[in-house]
């Protein structure tokens, strides 16, 4: 019997979310009702959706109306409906005047109506993809902005809006971002450093193609759902808090397969933890929803941006941008065939991790080591940030950069050691940090080890500078 198929999608949803932090973030740093706007406007992208339509909830323009539920996921619903096309038309039409007026044409809604015969559970599965499909043609678009042209482009006044707001709380977020300061850092409340972290979900064109089953598609949305939500981050948050109470995370925004937040610099390590926690509880429910002859995982980018907690939002989300962009087309073939794993971009240098907790360490757990190295080497009152910082004086001076002798003498000289006839700790820090560095730039050659600063590309100075 046919039955016409309704799917909605909610376009623009970056740009919202990306206007709705730099609004709230940055105009009303000191307003304790913050943290609840942000929280508001991520929910707008998913349980308000569902609501206005009626998939959930009694009072949506479908309410009572919806055969059933095909996909409901972060800012998509499909459902069938015995309802005739003029009505229909006439509920879509006013969902999209509602999200447009309301948020400013900040939200877009595009939709699709058409009739098919749905007799199976293949038939449903192949509905979906053509639904997904559609959303994504510039046909579909084009309609939506036929028939909605009059509302698009008549001048818009601005209005009091709904004002957001969400009963449910979040006592392990910080309130604002200015709540993540920490005397670890600075002594400064005023100025100090954050880390902000935008974690992506890999691999689910190729997830979601190679399920046959409608059923399996259902659950395994399902499955993302439960996980790329506040309520994920937030349980995930407490827990971490429970093993540290100085653990701070302030959520910039959730949805669809996007995760952004922001926590103290000194927590970098424990805020990807988190992202591979939430990996990781993915994935394990995928293997279980997964058969002898296929294995469902996805694996994860992140970008890492640091930046002081005063500056405006505009300029460090497009550079934590950049970091996650940059962790996405790093793929070595060795990466390929590691599947589940993480890549993590910090200044155009990418690591990577397995969530495999028996997996042999990867370059992220180097990274981790060597951290160790240079808090330990601090704690003995060796200056790391004075050393460090003058050594990248002198290598990205452009009379020495562009010298070969003059860079490597550059170099060489600065990491002469100062201690070592001390004989103390402060001498053994030292030494070790000295390692460190010379490893990034050592290349094995048979038994022996030759120290590099240039190849044909350039890459492994560019490597040693980030």
Not at 210 to 235: H, M, P, T, V, W
Request: charged share 30%; net charge neutral.
């Amino acid at each position: 019997m046919a039955v016409r198929i309704v799917t909605l999608s909610i376009d623009k949803v970056q740009t919202f979310l990306f206007d709705t932090i730099s609004e709230h973030t940055q105009k009303s740093q000191m307003n304790s009702g913050t943290l609840q706007n942000i929280i508001s406007s991520s929910r707008i992208i998913s349980e308000d959706l569902f609501r206005m339509i009626g998939v959930e909830g009694n009072d949506g323009f479908f309410s009572g109306m919806v055969k059933e539920i095909l996909l409901k996921c972060s800012g998509v619903c499909i459902f069938s409906t015995d309802l005739e096309e003029r009505q229909i038309k006439e509920s879509l039409r006013k969902i999209f005047e509602f999200y447009y007026r309301e948020y400013d044409g900040k939200l877009f809604i595009k939709y699709l109506c058409f009739e098919t015969e749905v007799a199976s559970d293949t038939d449903k599965l192949q509905v979906i993809r053509k639904c997904k499909k559609r959303l994504k043609s510039k046909s579909c678009l084009n309609e939506v902005i036929r028939e909605n042209r009059q509302i698009i482009f008549e001048p818009q006044y601005s209005a009091d809006k709904r004002v957001w707001t969400d009963e449910k709380k979040y006592p392990m977020f910080e309130e604002t971002i200015n709540k993540l300061y920490s005397k670890v850092l600075t002594d400064n409340e005023r100025y100090f450093r954050i880390a902000i972290i935008k974690a992506d979900l890999d691999g689910m064109g190729q997830l979601f193609e190679g399920i046959n089953s409608f059923e399996q598609y259902k659950r395994i949305s399902e499955i993302l759902s439960k996980y790329i939500c506040l309520d994920s981050l937030a349980a995930t948050t407490e827990a971490f808090k429970k093993t540290d109470d100085d653990f701070k995370l302030y959520p910039l925004y959730i949805a669809g397969d996007d995760i952004l937040f922001a926590v103290p610099a000194s927590y970098i390590v424990t805020g990807v933890n988190l992202c591979k926690v939430i990996l990781r509880e993915i994935n394990d429910e995928l293997e279980i929803e997964a058969d002898y002859e296929e294995k469902f995982t996805i694996s994860m980018s992140i970008g890492i941006e640091f930046t002081i907690n005063r500056e405006p939002i505009r300029y460090y989300y497009e550079r934590v941008q950049r970091q996650l962009e940059c962790a996405k087309i790093t793929d070595s073939e060795g990466l390929k065939s590691m599947q589940p794993h993480i890549r993590i971009c910090m200044n155009q240098y990418v690591f990577f991790d397995c969530i495999d907790k028996d997996a042999k360490p990867q370059s992220w757990s180097h990274f981790i080591h060597d951290l160790k190295i240079l808090k330990s080497a601090e704690s003995e009152g060796f200056k790391v940030h004075h050393f460090m910082y003058g050594l990248l004086s002198k290598i990205t001076d452009p009379a020495v950069r562009e010298h070969k002798l003059k860079y490597s003498n550059a170099v060489f000289y600065h990491l002469i050691p100062s201690y070592f006839e001390s004989k103390s700790k402060l001498g053994e820090g030292e030494l070790l940090l000295i390692d460190l560095l010379l490893k990034q730039v050592v290349e094995k050659k048979g038994r022996s080890s030759v120290i590099k600063f240039y190849d044909k590309d350039g890459r492994v100075k560019e490597k040693f500078e980030q």
